[in-house]
């Protein structure tokens, strides 16, 4: 049976982050996964604190963070499994904090600084393909989010998560419903009436894919490993 796990580095557990999430985890265990769900905002971690113990000669970390903390487990889990998900709304510009500080201790560990001579590049640590994704999610539609280049600065992310895991590709979800009630809110840049109307059209759409995304990583995962 494959395993997939899929992380949430919102701080909002059951909106749209969370929500697409959980559809790519259901397309995943239509397939047949089995699946692990991880809420970030529940752990206390940090970063990479730069001790280089991954780097050493001959080290024994194998992919993992030597630093422990209440992620180690998670971490443990991604090594292991056969798919990966992560998924951020987007915040200045970027994915949150606990997002970033996930990935420096998921994928610092599986760079080497070893020129792979007989295919090129460097030398990966792993010996398989994870095949992963990135959720993104933001309140500004399409157009502001190339106007902002947001494309190329998530971009990074996928071209990391490539690099150390062998596959990803990125599912973004724009113009997202941000506020429960907008009458409530200091906002004019965007309307109730102009939210309602893409968290109709635009939302289930982003659902339907986030559920083949799901479908497709294990797809993958079978076929590359």
């Known amino acids: ?14 909106q749209n982050t ?51 903390d209440e992620i180690t487990p998670i971490l443990q889990d991604v090594l292991s499994a056969d798919a990966f998900i992560i998924g951020s709304p987007i915040y200045f510009s970027y994915p949150t ?32 393909t994870i095949p992963s994704a990135v959720i993104l999610t933001m309140n500004v539609p399409e157009q502001m989010s190339k106007d902002w280049n947001y494309p190329a600065i998530q971009e990074e992310n996928a071209k990391s998560l490539r690099a150390v895991l062998g596959y990803s590709e990125t599912l973004y979800a724009y113009d997202t419903y941000q506020f429960p009630d907008y009458s409530k809110y200091d906002c004019t840049l965007f309307t109730e009436e102009q939210k309602a109307k893409a968290r109709a059209t635009l939302f289930p759409q982003d659902m339907q894919k986030a559920f083949e995304l799901g479908k497709r990583l294990i797809d993958l995962s079978e076929k590359q490993n």
């Open 1 to 14: 049976m494959s395993k997939i796990v899929v992380v949430n580095a919102s701080p909002r557990k059951n």
């Open 18 to 68: 969370a929500k697409l999430l959980k559809e790519a985890l259901r397309g995943a265990e239509e397939k047949g996964a089995e699946a692990k769900y991880y809420n970030l905002y529940d752990y206390n971690y940090k970063g990479c604190v730069s001790c280089l113990a991954c780097k050493l000669k001959n080290s024994k970390t194998n992919g993992l963070c030597a630093y422990k």
């Open 97 to 128: 904090g606990e997002f970033r500080s996930f990935l420096e201790r998921l994928m610092y560990p599986l760079l080497t600084y070893l020129v792979d001579e007989k295919n090129g590049g460097l030398k990966r640590v792993l010996d398989k």
